[in-house]
Each structure stands twice: as structure tokens, then as C-alpha cells.
């Protein structure tokens, strides 16, 4: 009799226990009848009738992630991998056509993915695909939604998160942007050194505009200096010519003296021809000569007369001039 009861009341307590459930939140619970539908229940507490109800299965509500890598090829017959990351979830008033109507949600998914990218991306270039991936990403969304409604997913976004060309051609594209720069860096040098070039002769196109002014200057005084040595000798009775013979013989002097203030400078005088050496000497002894006139006449242009007194008896005294 005691062993009877023990088992009622273990048998009771079981059944108690199994005729309450709790659902979690942003879950939810499809409960059966001898294996037909019975209802939907929400995150909370619930009561069924034990071995007559029970519980089919769990859905859940929240936002799910599948990633998906497809291989494919572009227009330009260059095969890469994309990685699509598809963001979805059950909508809270379609659990049965979740929980009834599709068994294996990411194997469907996968399959729609694989099936918009590798229609959208042979389409376009391989360059194009990096630049236009939102739009295979909008594409592969539509046709989600289009499909996936019907079985009670709605999808949140699609992400190309990843395109990962062979590594060949990656080389190759890193290669023709490393080109491409050179190329860049190579017009800026360039142009640098054009503009370099360009102001270095503006530099020495005023640097010589200057100098020739400086010799023009330098020679026009030189000039009006030989102009009024010429004067100054003229006015003490010397020619022209003289006094062209004295100034070029100075010049000479100043010449050899300025050479000789360098200990290493050389100066060598080849004449052309005997002749034009004698001619020379000549001309140098002829310089040397008017130069002792000029220096004579100076001298005269300078003497002072004295007057000497001579008595002779009764006779007047006779004036003489001598010169000292």
C-alpha cells in the first residue's frame, strides 16, 4: 500500500512538473497536439497537458548571421572569391511558416546567395567588381527578400564584406599601381627640375644682364678717365698721340704689376713672327721713349728762371737766365 502511493505521488509530481514550460526571451515555442499544431507561445511561463501536448520545437527571434564564400568568375576571366554576409531572422508573426515550410533556413539562403552573385558578377570586370560591390550586395538582398518572405525570414542586410582575386593577379594589380606611381613621382620630378632649370637661367640670364652693366659702367668711366688724362696732358703740350703712347704704357705696367701679385700666375708672350716680335720690341722702346719726352717736358713746364747779375765797370749789368 505504501509503495502504491509512493509511486502516485512521484507519478503526480512528474505530471505537475511536466505540464509547466518556460519560453526565453526573443524565443519562441511551437506546441503540438498528437502531432498536429496547436499554438504559438511566447518567452514566459506556460502550462500544457502532459503526454498529450508537447513542445516541436524552439524559433529563434533574433538577428542571425550566415557568411557565405562563392568562387566565381568576372568578365575579364579572372576568378575571385567573395565573401556575403547575410543578416536575417524570423519575423515574430511568422514562426509556423518559419518553423513548417523550411527545414534548413542556411542551406536555402546559401543557395539564393550563390545564385545572384555568380549571375552579377561575370558581368562586370574585376575593377568593377570593387567599385560596384554595394550593388551586388543590394542585388543578392532583393532576390533574399523576394524568396525568403514566403517562409517567414525577412533579411536585414547583405555585405560583401571580402573579394579576394587569385594571388597572381593580385601581384599583377600591385604591380601596375606601383607603376603607376613611379610614373606620378617621376612627372613631379620633372617638373621640379624644369623649374629649377627655368629659375637657374632666369638667375644667370640677370646675373649677366647685370654684369654687362657693371662692365659697361666700368668702361664708360675708364673712358671719361682717358678723356680727361688726355686733356690734362694736352694742356701741358704733349699730343695726342704722345699722350695715347704714355696711357697704353701705363695700362702695360699696371698689367704685369696686377699678374705679378699672384705667385701663381704665368705669362708668356709668343709672338706671331720675328718680325712681329721686332715690331713689337719696337713699339716698346718707342713707349718707353715718349714716355722720357713726356717726363722731360714736365720737368721743363716746372723750372723757375733766376736772375743773375753781372757788373762790369761802368757798364750796365746784364741779365741771364739760367735753369736749375
Known amino acids: ?25 526573443q524565443t519562441a515555442v511551437v506546441v503540438e497536439r498528437f502531432g ?74 546559401t543557395s539564393y546567395v550563390f545564385d545572384v552573385v555568380r549571375a552579377e558578377v561575370p558581368k562586370l570586370k574585376l575593377d568593377d567588381v570593387f567599385e560596384r560591390k554595394d550593388d551586388i550586395a543590394v542585388a543578392v538582398k532583393r532576390e533574399l ?3 525568403m518572405t514566403t517562409y517567414g525570414y525577412t533579411i536585414i542586410n547583405t555585405l560583401v564584406t571580402d573579394i579576394d582575386p587569385d594571388i597572381q ?36 640670364a640677370e646675373s649677366k644682364r647685370l654684369q654687362g652693366q657693371g662692365i659697361a659702367d666700368q668702361r664708360r668711366e675708364i673712358a671719361r678717365g682717358l678723356v680727361e688724362s688726355v686733356d690734362v696732358l694736352n694742356k701741358v703740350g704733349i699730343n695726342s698721340q704722345e699722350a695715347s703712347a704714355l696711357i697704353v704704357v701705363t695700362q702695360h705696367y699696371d698689367t ?4 705679378g701679385a699672384d705667385t701663381n700666375s704665368n ?20 713707349s718707353f721713349s715718349a714716355s722720357n719726352q713726356v ?15 753781372h ?7 746784364e741779365t741771364t737766365e739760367t735753369e736749375e
Do not use: C, W
Open 267 to 286: 705669362l708668356i708672350l709668343l709672338p706671331n713672327s720675328p718680325q712681329a716680335g721686332s715690331d713689337m720690341l719696337n713699339n716698346m722702346v718707342a
Open 145 to 147: 527578400n523576394e524568396a
Open 36 to 109: 498536429k499544431f496547436l499554438s504559438i507561445r511566447q518567452s514566459g511561463l506556460h502550462l500544457k497537458i502532459p503526454m498529450i501536448d508537447r513542445i516541436a520545437g524552439r524559433v529563434n527571434l533574433k538577428i542571425q548571421q550566415l557568411d557565405v564564400i562563392i568562387e566565381t568568375k568576372t568578365k575579364d576571366n579572372v576568378f575571385v572569391k567573395l565573401k556575403v554576409s547575410v543578416q536575417f531572422m524570423v519575423v515574430k508573426d511568422t514562426v509556423y511558416d518559419a518553423f513548417y515550410k523550411l527545414e534548413y533556413p542556411h542551406d536555402q539562403i
Open 169 to 204: 593577379v593580385k601581384n599583377a594589380m600591385n604591380r601596375i599601381n606601383a607603376a603607376d606611381r613611379e610614373k606620378t613621382v617621376a612627372e613631379f620630378e620633372a617638373e621640379a627640375s624644369r623649374i629649377r632649370i627655368v629659375a637657374k637661367a632666369k638667375a644667370e
Open 1 to 25: 500500500m505504501n509503495v502504491t502511493l509512493i509511486i502516485l505521488l512521484v507519478f503526480g509530481l512528474f505530471i505537475l512538473l511536466s505540464s509547466f514550460f518556460t519560453v526565453k526571451q
Open 295 to 309: 717726363g722731360e717736358m714736365m720737368k721743363k713746364t716746372n723750372r723757375k728762371p733766376k736772375v743773375e747779375e
Open 311 to 317: 757788373h762790369t765797370g761802368n757798364q750796365a749789368p
Open 256 to 259: 704685369l704689376q696686377a699678374i
